[in-house]
Structures are given as C-alpha cells and as structure tokens.
C-alpha cells in the first residue's frame, strides 16, 4: 500500500506562515488532497488536486505538489487554523484513498 | 444542503456486531460512490470500504475483509455498514464520506463527511 509520511507537529507563530509536508515515492505523479480536522469535528475538504480550494477555503490555504513532497501552506496563520491537517491520494494498486499520518498545526 | 449523518454506534462486547447508517440528504446520492473512514481514538485516518452508486461494487481494507459489509439502499438515500466479529482494535469513530460521482471516475476526494459515530469494543 502506498504510504504517505508527515511531521507529526508544526508550531507557528500567528501571521506567520505555516507549510506542512507530505512525503510520498513520485508524489507528484498523482493528485493530493488535503482535509483538516478540528477538535470533536468530521474532517474538512481545504485542498483538492493539489492546489484546487472547495468554495468557502480561504485563499490563505494553498497547495502544491512535485517529485516526492506536497505541500499545504497556510499564510498567515490565525488561531482558528489549529487543527490536524491529513493528506491523501489514491492508491492505485488497491483502489483505496490512503491518508497522511497527519500533522497538528499548533498556534503559539 | 449537502448532509451525511451516521447512527448506529455504540458500546460492544469483542465477538459482538452492529450495524452503521449513514443518511444523505442535499444531492443526487444515487450518482456518487460513498465511503465509509474510521479514526481509532488519537489516531489517524483510516480507510475502511466503498461501495459504488448501484451498490454493486464493493471494496475493503485488508484488516476488515471478511468481518465488514457494506451496502446501500439508493430508495432510502441510505448507506450501511453491517460490521461482525467486531475486535478491540476496531474501536474508533467511524464516519461516512461522499467520494467521486459516475461521471468522474473511481478516485479523487472525499467530501462532505457525516459527523460520525463511536463504536467501542471492550469486555
């Protein structure tokens, strides 16, 4: 099964940028999506094929994807973006969505 | 509106079963593969099965294979999840998602999600 890998944590000060990786054998072959999960919440559809914003996504949530690293960038972080944010593609072999580990994004 | 709302979940013994629902409301369901994702207590995301819109496609991960079935009633804009010799490990949230639609294919992204349902399986 194909695995995607990344950070456990990133810490970012408020306005500040926060980029969080998702590492993954020729990424950039395929269309990642990213979802993000707040507290006692359902996941929430930010990024889809690797840089699309659903309506109501902030243009401050940007993707990007290329050789084995995507990327979801958060410019100028508020205290609303702490949350757990999870990558995904689809794995071709066995026909399935697989998820990133997850990464939680911590305001300071 | 687009909605997804999952019931079913509850407190069971390891051996035991239950039966998940997840209701649709707000789009055409019949036209849309539909997905069923689990998240073990502070854990990650898991993919657990998917079915597509005639119901007659079906898939799962390896660690349910045998254990789970899901399927769908397109009259009732009803998806279930029939899960049987329920395990320790299979304790988690488990929450339903709209995947591609006919006329996309068999992939992509999971949106909207329901705002699911805690199965605990303990003695």
């Known amino acids: 099964s194909y695995v995607l890998t990344q950070p456990p944590s990133v810490s970012v000060a408020p306005g500040q940028p926060a980029r969080i990786t998702c590492g993954g054998n020729?990424?950039?072959?395929?269309?990642v999506h990213w979802y993000q999960q707040k507290p006692g919440q359902a996941p929430l559809l930010v990024v889809h094929?690797?840089?699309a914003r659903p309506s109501g996504i902030p243009e401050r949530i940007s993707g990007s994807n290329s050789g084995n690293t995507a990327t979801l960038t958060i410019s100028r972080v508020e205290a609303g973006d702490e949350a757990d944010y999870y990558c995904?593609?689809?794995?071709?072999?066995?026909?399935?969505?697989?998820f990133g580990t997850g990464t939680k994004v911590t305001v300071l | 509106e687009v909605q997804l709302v999952e019931s079913g979940g509850g407190s069971v013994q390891p051996g035991g079963s239950l039966r998940l629902s997840c209701a649709a409301s707000?789009?055409?369901?019949?036209?849309?593969?539909m997905h069923w994702v689990r998240q073990a207590p502070g854990k990650g995301l898991v993919w657990v099965a998917k079915?597509?819109?005639?119901?007659?496609?079906?898939t799962y991960a390896d660690s349910v294979t045998g254990r789970f079935t899901i399927s769908r009633d397109n009259a009732k804009n009803t998806m279930y999840l029939q899960m049987n010799g329920l395990r320790v490990e299979d304790t988690a949230v488990y929450y339903c998602?709209?995947?591609?639609?006919?006329?996309?294919?068999?992939?992509?992204?999971?949106?909207?999600w329901g705002q699911g349902t805690l199965v605990s399986v303990s003695s």
């Open positions: 998602a709209r995947g591609a639609d006919d006329y996309s294919g068999n992939s992509g992204w999971l949106d909207p």
């Open positions: 707000g789009f055409s369901f019949t036209t849309y593969w």
């Open positions: 079915i597509n819109s005639a119901g007659r496609i079906t």
């Open positions: 020729n990424i950039g072959s395929k269309s």
């Open positions: 094929d690797d840089s």
């Open positions: 995904q593609v689809w794995d071709s072999s066995g026909d399935h969505p697989v």
